[in-house]
């Protein structure tokens, strides 16, 4: 099996590849090759289709991750892995960097080649076989930029090159009416990686994710 072929599979449930290696025989995933995914273009459309974003229930993009990823798995003949649900929890960070397509930003957060500062995992595919996997070279985003503006977009310097995140501040701002941009637009720092541009994401999908990372 292609990667091509996985690709399209995942594409037509509003899915994409974000990454794909071999990993270690002590892994984690215990798999011969893994397969990142997350949001494809169209995601958010396909997402606001199904009964499960419209049932008004919580963790709707996770529960949907996991109602649509086993049956993409099952159809490849590959077991389904998510970044939540745990513990255990799988690495996706580290899985991430391994990939090739994502590396740590300034600010210390993950960024993607494809989907810079926005980059979201939904699940993996974990094979059994090996696949055959193309040689690519993928370009980290932060070395051909010149101004990296997330390192001065948030207004608190919450996410900086100086610091770990300071979630407490972040709460603390998105809290007031100053902050409130970044509650129903995103996080002004993801919103200003270039790279971020190639997520295509919409503020409402951003505006969802703030809702669930503030409890809201």
């Known amino acids: 099996m292609r990667l091509k072929q996985i690709r399209a599979a995942a594409l037509d449930n509003g899915l994409d590849v974000y990454g794909a290696f071999h990993p270690d025989t002590d892994d984690f995933s215990q798999a011969a090759s893994l397969v990142l995914l997350g949001p494809a273009a169209d995601f958010w459309s396909v997402f606001t289709a199904s009964d499960i974003y ?13 109602d649509v990823i086993p049956r993409i798995a099952q159809s490849l003949g590959a077991r389904p892995i998510f ?10 960070l580290s899985w991430a960097k391994t990939s090739g397509r994502a590396w740590d930003a300034p600010v210390g957060m993950l960024v993607h080649d494809l989907t810079g500062l926005m980059v979201s995992y939904r699940g993996a595919l974990a094979f059994d076989t090996k696949l ?13 930029c010149t101004t990296k503006p997330c390192l001065t977009a948030c207004p608190v310097g919450a996410l900086s090159s100086e610091r770990s995140y300071d979630v407490p501040a972040c709460y603390d701002y998105i809290d007031t009416d100053a902050g409130n941009t970044c509650l129903t637009q995103g996080c002004l720092v993801r919103r200003a990686c270039p790279a ?7 503020t409402e999908q951003s505006a969802l994710h703030m809702r669930a990372f503030r409890g809201k």
């Open 83 to 92: 970044p939540f649900g745990g513990p255990p929890y799988a690495p996706f």
């Open 196 to 202: 971020s541009t190639g997520a295509g994401r919409l």
């Open 132 to 144: 055959t996997l193309p040689e690519q070279t993928f370009q980290n985003p932060c070395e051909t």
């Open 54 to 66: 419209n049932d008004d229930q919580p963790d709707p993009v996770d529960r949907w991750s996991a």
